[in-house]
């Protein structure tokens, strides 16, 4: 920041596009999310005899690949701080949201933190990745 205090115009431009790409990275999110896992709400019998799911493994693997294709957008755009709070924040939210509504146990904060774990690993290293990547490559 200048001494005066003030910010600069080219600071506030990397502000504002970090804010933009972070908004429009959360709205992919929870878009990934729906198509993947918001619309399966019904538990499987297993073999067992037991009840799994709602997921089956191809929906998580599919909704792991959008995040990870999100993550790496983000950074390889210049926004992997960006790209890794608001894909975390998001998938977090939609899942806990998710599971909360359908969980007598009150077992889905346990995993609402996995959730936000696992992502934000993920997605961190991903976006980190993609902006060095990037950055190599100039």
């Given at each position: 920041m200048p001494e005066d205090g003030k910010t600069t115009p080219a600071r506030r431009r990397r502000v504002a596009a970090?804010?933009?790409a972070a908004g429009l990275l959360a709205a992919a999110t929870f878009v990934n999310y729906m198509i993947w896992?918001?619309?399966?709400?019904?538990?499987?019998?297993?073999?067992?005899?037991?009840?799994?799911?709602?997921?089956?493994p191809w929906q998580v693997v599919g909704v792991v690949l959008g995040l990870g294709a999100l993550a790496a957008a983000g950074g390889w755009r210049g926004h992997p701080v960006a790209a890794a709070v608001a894909v975390t924040l998001t998938m977090t939210v939609c899942w806990s949201v998710d599971a909360a509504t359908s969980d007598d146990s009150g077992l889905?904060?346990?995993?609402?933190?996995?959730?936000?774990?696992?992502?934000?690993?993920?997605?961190?290293?991903?976006?980190?990745?993609?902006?060095?990547?990037?950055?190599?490559?100039?």
């Amino acid at each position: 920041m200048p001494e005066d205090g003030k910010t600069t115009p080219a600071r506030r431009r990397r502000v504002a596009a970090g804010a933009r790409a972070a908004g429009l990275l959360a709205a992919a999110t929870f878009v990934n999310y729906m198509i993947w896992l918001g619309w399966d709400q019904e538990k499987d019998e297993a073999p067992y005899g037991g009840l799994s799911g709602p997921y089956q493994p191809w929906q998580v693997v599919g909704v792991v690949l959008g995040l990870g294709a999100l993550a790496a957008a983000g950074g390889w755009r210049g926004h992997p701080v960006a790209a890794a709070v608001a894909v975390t924040l998001t998938m977090t939210v939609c899942w806990s949201v998710d599971a909360a509504t359908s969980d007598d146990s009150g077992l889905w904060a346990v995993g609402a933190v996995m959730v936000l774990v696992g992502t934000s690993l993920g997605v961190g290293v991903v976006a980190l990745c993609a902006a060095a990547l990037r950055g190599r490559g100039r």
